[in-house]
């Protein structure tokens, strides 16, 4: 079987790919890997044969931005002006264009990957969504529909007025469904798994300042990070004044060195992965995006979150309803604030035994090679897949 995994925005949006993509590989399947050429070192660098796709080159920019204050209208526009607009547009005719000269059995791409799917449709292939937003209140059916409707005329598909492009085959979510929005249910071809695998606790690969004191990480994700105005001085401020061990990490475009001195007990670097920080925290804060509070829930971690944009004021509200964290206002956030939000998480209970029953949630998924079995029966039988 040769898989195509495409992908449409920044790293969010590749990384629930990857489980999928290296157990694909494991079984001894063909796989690359299409998206933005910036996020494309990152991902060569773990092995997959990738195809550089859309404009751009592969450096990121390192300028930082003002924070802004939220907005929904903002971020809806992007989703449908942006996603479901030029950027499919674009991603479908280079989906079109790479396959002519690899030729797929089958194309995998994240949910906001609309013109794969359209171009899916067009080669007459079976595809299928890998979810990206955890909450499922973001991507929305009526949102995207007026765009949508524009991009499958322009390629000749016929109408779809019940959205049924969005989860036609197969839908993989690397999510528990009991953190889905009851507002918007997985659809009916929807199949849960679990993508990531909970590393025993080893020794700290970082300096500890204070011995025997609790761990928290914090962190902006890849892409919010720039665009934090003076997020990561206020929230480092906060964290800097608790008895604890902070463990900051502030992406590749942004100089730690840019973030004051260096303290006993915050130990800043540019990346570290999830994996092997998780296991030795209490408590994780961070923007809410999906990545990052999936990590911390694989953990049994509470959170404190600072939602700025696209689907974290949606995992912010759906963590509160769940118990499992506490939310700020990114732009009018104090390091008193941040102190007392995180001095709560770690010392009262009920926030971790919430974060540990979705714990337990994420742990009893099969793995991504379920999600593998999967996508096999779809290129066999070219049907929709049906969750039990």
Same mark, same amino acid.
């Given at each position: 079987?040769?898989?195509?995994?495409?992908?449409?925005?920044?790293?969010?949006?590749?990384?629930?790919?990857?489980? +999928?993509?290296? @157990?694909? =590989? !494991?079984? %001894?399947?063909? /796989?690359?890997? &299409? $998206?933005?050429?910036? +996020?494309?070192? @990152?991902? =060569? !660098?773990? %092995?997959?044969? /990738?195809?550089? &796709? $859309?404009?751009?080159g592969t450096e990121l920019s390192t300028k930082r931005l003002p924070l802004l204050e939220l907005s929904s209208e903002r971020?809806?526009?992007?989703?449908?002006?942006?996603?479901?607009?030029?950027?499919?547009?674009?991603?479908?005719?280079?989906?079109?264009?790479?396959?002519?000269?690899?030729?797929?059995?089958?194309?995998?791409?994240?949910?906001?990957?609309?013109?794969?799917?359209?171009?899916?449709?067009?080669?007459?292939?079976?595809?299928?969504?890998?979810?990206?937003?955890?909450?499922?209140?973001?991507?929305?059916?009526?949102?995207?529909?007026?765009?949508?409707?524009?991009?499958?005329?322009?390629?000749?598909?016929?109408?779809?007025?019940?959205?049924?492009?969005?989860?036609?085959?197969?839908?993989?979510?690397?999510?528990?469904?009991?953190?889905?929005?009851?507002?918007?249910?997985?659809?009916?071809?929807?199949?849960?798994?679990?993508?990531?695998?909970?590393?025993?606790?080893?020794?700290?690969?970082?300096?500890?300042?204070?011995?025997?004191?609790?761990?928290?990480?914090?962190?902006?994700?890849?892409?919010?990070?720039?665009?934090?105005?003076?997020?990561?001085?206020?929230?480092?401020?906060?964290?800097?004044?608790?008895?604890?061990?902070?463990?900051?990490?502030?992406?590749?475009?942004?100089?730690?060195?840019?973030?004051?001195?260096?303290?006993?007990?915050?130990?800043?670097?540019?990346?570290?992965?999830?994996?092997?920080?998780?296991?030795?925290?209490?408590?994780?804060?961070?923007?809410?995006?999906?990545?990052?509070?999936?990590?911390?829930?694989?953990?049994?971690?509470?959170?404190?979150?600072?939602?700025?944009?696209?689907?974290?004021?949606?995992?912010?509200?759906?963590?509160?309803?769940?118990?499992?964290?506490?939310?700020?206002?990114?732009?009018?956030?104090?390091?008193?604030?941040?102190?007392?939000?995180?001095?709560?998480?770690?010392?009262?209970?009920?926030?971790?035994?919430?974060?540990?029953?979705?714990?337990?949630?994420?742990?009893?998924?099969?793995?991504?090679?379920?999600?593998?079995?999967?996508?096999?029966?779809?290129?066999?039988?070219?049907?929709?897949?049906?969750?039990?």
């Amino acid at each position: 079987m040769r898989v195509l995994f495409a992908f449409a925005g920044g790293s969010g949006h590749v990384d629930p790919l990857v489980p +999928i993509a290296a @157990a694909a =590989e !494991a079984r %001894g399947h063909t /796989v690359a890997v &299409t $998206g933005k050429a910036a +996020i494309v070192p @990152a991902v =060569e !660098a773990l %092995g997959f044969s /990738v195809f550089p &796709t $859309g404009p751009g080159g592969t450096e990121l920019s390192t300028k930082r931005l003002p924070l802004l204050e939220l907005s929904s209208e903002r971020e809806d526009e992007v989703l449908r002006d942006g996603f479901a607009g030029h950027i499919a547009r674009r991603r479908a005719g280079d989906i079109l264009e790479l396959s002519a000269d690899w030729r797929s059995d089958l194309i995998v791409c994240d949910e906001a990957d609309f013109g794969s799917m359209a171009a899916a449709e067009r080669l007459g292939l079976p595809y299928a969504t890998v979810l990206v937003i955890a909450a499922g209140s973001f991507v929305r059916h009526e949102l995207v529909a007026a765009p949508l409707a524009t991009l499958r005329a322009e390629h000749g598909l016929p109408s779809d007025p019940e959205g049924a492009m969005l989860s036609r085959y197969l839908v993989l979510s690397p999510f528990p469904p009991g953190y889905r929005d009851p507002a918007h249910p997985l659809p009916a071809t929807a199949h849960s798994f679990r993508p990531l695998t909970v590393n025993p606790d080893g020794a700290p690969q970082w300096p500890v300042g204070l011995p025997g004191a609790p761990t928290v990480l914090f962190t902006l994700g890849t892409v919010f990070n720039r665009e934090s105005g003076d997020l990561f001085e206020r929230v480092l401020a906060g964290l800097r004044e608790l008895p604890l061990n902070v463990v900051a990490t502030v992406g590749p475009q942004i100089d730690p060195e840019e973030l004051g001195p260096p303290s006993r007990n915050v130990h800043l670097a540019r990346y570290i992965p999830q994996s092997l920080v998780l296991p030795h925290c209490r408590a994780v804060v961070s923007h809410g995006g999906s990545g990052s509070v999936m990590g911390a829930l694989a953990h049994g971690l509470p959170l404190v979150l600072l939602p700025m944009g696209a689907d974290q004021p949606h995992n912010a509200a759906r963590c509160v309803e769940l118990g499992v964290a506490r939310v700020l206002d990114a732009v009018r956030a104090t390091p008193e604030a941040v102190r007392e939000a995180v001095s709560a998480v770690l010392s009262e209970g009920a926030y971790r035994r919430a974060a540990e029953r979705l714990r337990d949630e994420i742990a009893a998924l099969p793995g991504p090679e379920h999600a593998v079995a999967l996508l096999e029966r779809l290129v066999r039988e070219r049907r929709p897949l049906l969750s039990a």
